[in-house]
Structure formats: structure tokens, C-alpha cells
């Protein structure tokens, strides 16, 4: 259980932050955003978009395989 | 998926997420208890420091020529204005006796306190022990910011586990020792919800951000266009006082103060921040800053309000918050008060999780092991810390570190009950209440300053809290043969 969290983190953290912070950023000048204000937003969003994509990959990885 | 199952997932992440990372999650709040106590140490630990508090700071021209011992200012120069906390400048840069060498100082004329700042001693190894683990950047800083993220993550499933938890918020069943400990992890955790995420949400942004930040930099263009010439009036250049730009720069923006300054040649920085709300100078949204021109003494300021819109005004707040740099003694207090609860929350949480998986054999397992040597470090690591800074004037990396070896083997090894004897609480009880004793005896009762009353008051009570311990582990001892209870 130790080393199957380890490793969903490690590969959330060498995956999904970089996609994190580009799909945040995309977001951020879709919206029109450009400066400082998008690298501020870019700064917060990312972030919470990766918590909440670690929790996705948690939940996902770690289902019991024998329910 | 039915909301059984539902809760069975929750409380699977909930479990590996603590177990995977208890000790990265366990260190964050515990350093981070360490950072704020920072200021109520240094006072504690310095008299020279503790003489300053309250008294009018002195002027940025006047720092300058003390720490030159009355030369003129280097080239290349930054500085810290005090706060009521921190009763002296933060001085970077060379200075007369350094041999042209940069050096990082706390210095206030007016009590002729001139020492290094920021280092590995005490106060600098007790906020950057959590800001940076002390490991390079950026790797200590974004280790912080996951422990902030696993901690959001912890408090999310943790309220969802089970529907009935905010029901039952106020309930307390205390049928036996178990029920106990499961009832103060949930009720307490459940009433530090929102704290808990303040903090580790601000902290997982802050630690995070140093990989984000300079990514999303190399993208964007700066757009800092000036915000208009304050004062173009020139002044003769050739000796402009640095008290004079400063003056200027906080006259020209509305509800400042100044907080810091930085010299690059004729380039005077002069960082400023707005009153009555909450920022943190010179980095990100909330600056507000000035540029001075000394040859000229053209002054234009760079930045009249907080940058990024309301995002940069929450990304300014974020320190602030994350380290109580709001309000005063009592705002830092109450967190620190708070966080020792959250510790108790995750020590809680672990105790149930190793009571579910080992049963009867609770104390077995190496991670259970590992874990309470790191708690037995929490203790005794400040301990030594503080008598070792009384004794000599320096951090006893030496002896901290043979400390954290001998615990960590003997927890791991059978020998580990030798950790558990009453006698050991009560030395370490006793050596905790002797260090008011030894400062006060050395040098009479000094100033009586609200943070040095709290540090007294914490070394009595986690003294008597050992001894406590000790008390009822002696009694355990004398009631366990009687009543024929296995150990």
C-alpha cells in the first residue's frame, strides 16, 4: 500500500503537475489573462488542479483489486 | 458505487496517504510550530534583542553608517525594516570589519545589537527548517508544499468518510481507550477543519509554487509599466542621503510603510507596504515599491498598488496568513496552540490506523517505531537545541545529531523500552524546567516581554507535562504485576 501511494504520487508529480500548470496556464489566457495576474492565478490554480488530480489518481489507484 | 464502498476508498487514501508520508506530514506541522516560535525565542535567547523591543527603530541612514562603523554605505546593499516583532534591520551585504565579504546581520543602532541573522542559529534554523527543511531550494520548499497538499487531501476524505461526522461533531462517546482516541481524532480534526485547510492550502501554494512560478515566468512578459514620477524634482546627487529617498517614497504612495530597501549602485529599491492589509514586501502581488535614482535623486515609483488583481492580492495574503504575520503575540500564539492540536490530530490518526492493522501487536511494526522516535525527537531535539545555545552560542549540530542517531537505533531495536523508563520523562522534564533557572540565574530577570513570559511558560509546561508522563508511567509499572496486565 506504502510503495503503490509512493509511486501514483511520484507519477502525478512527473506528469500531472507539468500538465497541471499548462492546462491551468491555457485556462488563465483563454480567459484573457496576461502579466502578472495570470502568473498569480497560474501560481494558485495549478495547484489545486494537481491536489485534485492526485486524489483522482489515489482513488483510482487505489481500489481493492479483489472487490 | 454504494456510499459504503464510497467510504471504504476514502478511508483506504485516507490511511496510505498518512502511512506513505507520516513523518513528511508530521515534520511540516511541527516545524511549522518552530517557524513561528522563532520570534518568541530570539528574545528569549538574546538580551540585546530583547532590550531593543519597543524602542523607536532607527532610520535606514542611520543603520548604514552603524553596521560601517561609521564609514559610508557599500555599493551593493539590502535591507529589512524592523516590525514589532522583529525589533531590528535585517542587514545583507558588506560591512566594515568583513573584508569586503557580504554579511547577513541583525542590527539596531539604538541598542548597538549587531549579530548574524538568518543562519543556522537558532531563530534563522527554526523558521528555515520549515520553509526548506535545510535542503537546498527547491527541493525542502516543494517537499513543504506536497505536505501541505497531502494534509488538503487528508482533511477532505477525512470529513467524508463518514455522512454521520458533522452530525456527531459535538458528540463524545468515552466508553473505553480506543473509542477515546478514535473520537479525538475525529471530533478535534473535525473542529480544526478549517484551519487546517487555511494552512495547508496557503502552504501547499507557497511550497509548490517555487516550480510553477518560474515555469510560468519564462512565459509571460513583464508589463510593469511606471506608474508615474512621484517627485522629478533633482537633487544635488553626490551625497543624497538613502533616508532622504525613503522618505520621498513613502510620502509619494498613500497608507504605506517601509519595509525594505535595496542599493545597487546609484539604484535605490525602496520596498514599501500598505498599511492595514495583508501582504508581504517585495515578492509578489502585494508589493508596492519605489526606485530612487541617488545620482539624480530622481525617485519613481514602480508599483502603486498590488499587481495581478484580486489574484495577486491573494497570493500576497498567503504568507501572512500561513505564518500569523498578522496581529500581534496572541495571533501567533493561537496558531501555535492550533497546530499543536493538528500534531495531536495526526498522532491520533496514526495511533488508530497502527491499533486497526497490528491488533495486539501495536508497536511492532518499523513505521510504528520510526514514528515514535520521531516524536521522542520532538521532545528532546528543542531541548538540547536551547540548553546547547545557552551554553555556547552556537547550534550543537554535534550533539543534535548523535541524539537523532541514538534514538532513532535504540526505537528500533528491543532496547527501545530503556526510551520508556519513567526516569527518562523525568530527567527530560527535569532538564526543561532547570533552563528558566539557568537563564535566570545568569543574568537576573532582564525585561519582561510577553514573549519571553510564553517561552518560560512552554519550558514549565512541557517540563511538567514530562514529569507527568513519568508519574503515570510509574504507576502503570506498580498497577501492571497486581493486576497481572502484560506490558
Redesign the interface.
Known sequence: ??G???LI?LAA?LIG??AS?AFT?AIARLAGM???????????G???I??IM??GA??VG???RR? | MNRKAISKRLLAIHGALSLAFMLLISWSIWTGILAIYADLARPWLRADVAEAYGKPAATAGELLAFVNDGQGAGPRWNIVAPTSLRPFYGYAGPTATSAGKPAVLMANPATGLRAPWNNGEIDGLFRRVHTDMLLPKPWGRFAMGLAGAFLVILVGTGLLIHGKQIRDAWKWRRSSRLLDLSESHKRIGLWLTPFLLVMALTGAILGMKVIAAPLVGQFIRAEAAPAGFANATAKPAASLPIDYCIARAVAAVPQVRFAGAARDGDRLDIRLLRLKSLQWSGEGGGSVGAQCDLASGRLHVTQDRPAGGAWGAVESALRPIHYARFGGVGTMVVYIVLSLLCLWVVDSGMMLLWCRESGDRSGQSVSERLYRANNRCYVLLPLVLIAGQMITPHTPWLSMTCLVIAIVALSLARTRGLLELPTAYAAAGATYLLLPVLKYSGEGTGRVLAPILIVDLTLVLTGGWLFYLSFSRARAGRLAPSLGVAR
Not at chain 1, 34 to 44: K, N
Open positions: 500500500m506504502i503503490r501511494t509512493a504520487t508529480l503537475l507539468p500548470i496556464a496576461a502579466g502578472e495576474a495570470m502568473l498569480f492565478a497560474v501560481v494558485i495549478s495547484n489545486l494537481w491536489t492526485l486524489f489515489l482513488w487505489l481500489a481493492d472487490s
